[in-house]
């Protein structure tokens, strides 16, 4: 494992990251963004308070509450992805992600600090706003480019408790993945998962098949 060591400014040297990982989740993802960074420094802190590496089989467990960019990074860091079964999406949108050793029992839950990014550079935020508005020129474009990828690089090397709040919780974990039967949908004729079969018209169907479920909004 490579990490990049950082002066302190104390003139301690201390390990930042892992580019190794970094690079791995930067190919994974497709690109360099902030984003991606946030969710490798939140893996970095969870697994580091977890004292645990890479989940291989389905001992680590992790819950993010986004479908961001970020969310690539926690799959490669920790090895929990979405085929195991580890990898648990709360569509809450927050920056928060939480981890947890199935063999321990032990779980960390890890809240980004928010408005890091907009706190550090004016322009950055101004240009953000015209990209993701359509309003940006060619050149702020460019700019913005720029000027992303530095603020990748600017929290991958942000010391841990100025980019999140961290602490151990008590947490009921999910129970392991499970198999089922599959039955055949009446409908369209392909399987599905019993707990995803319903029934409509007195036949069993899936839930492509099913459409709307019938609810009176409470
Ligand atoms: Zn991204
Ligand atoms: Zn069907």
Not at 69 to 94: E, F, H, M, P, S
Request: net charge neutral; aromatic share 10%; hydrophobic share 40%.
């Amino acid at each position: 494992m490579a990490f990049l060591l950082l002066n302190d400014k104390k003139g301690e040297w201390k390990m930042a990251y892992d580019v190794a990982a970094w690079e791995k989740s930067v190919a994974f993802h497709g690109h360099i963004c902030p984003g991606l960074a946030i969710g490798f420094k939140a893996a970095q802190v969870g697994l580091n308070a977890l004292g645990v590496a890479r989940a291989e089989d389905e001992e680590l467990v992790a819950i993010v509450e986004n479908d961001a960019c970020g969310v690539d990074a926690i799959q490669v860091l920790t090895g929990c992805t979405i085929g195991k079964g580890n990898l648990i999406y709360r569509d809450y949108g927050k920056q928060v992600y939480t981890f947890a050793n199935r063999k321990t029992g032990e779980a960390v839950r890890v809240a980004v600090n928010p408005g890091l990014l907009d706190a550090r550079d004016e322009e950055y935020r101004q240009l953000r706003q015209k990209v993701f508005g359509g309003t940006a020129t060619q050149e702020e474009r460019e700019r913005f480019s720029v000027k992303h990828r530095e603020a990748a690089r600017w929290l991958l090397e942000l010391p841990d408790d100025r980019f999140c709040q961290w602490k151990k919780i008590d947490l009921q974990l999910p129970g392991k993945a499970r198999i089922f039967s599959s039955i055949i949908c009446e409908e369209c004729g392909e399987a599905a998962m019993e707990p995803r079969i319903r029934i409509k018209n007195g036949k069993k169907v899936c839930l492509a098949c099913f459409g709307e479920e019938y609810g009176r909004g409470w």
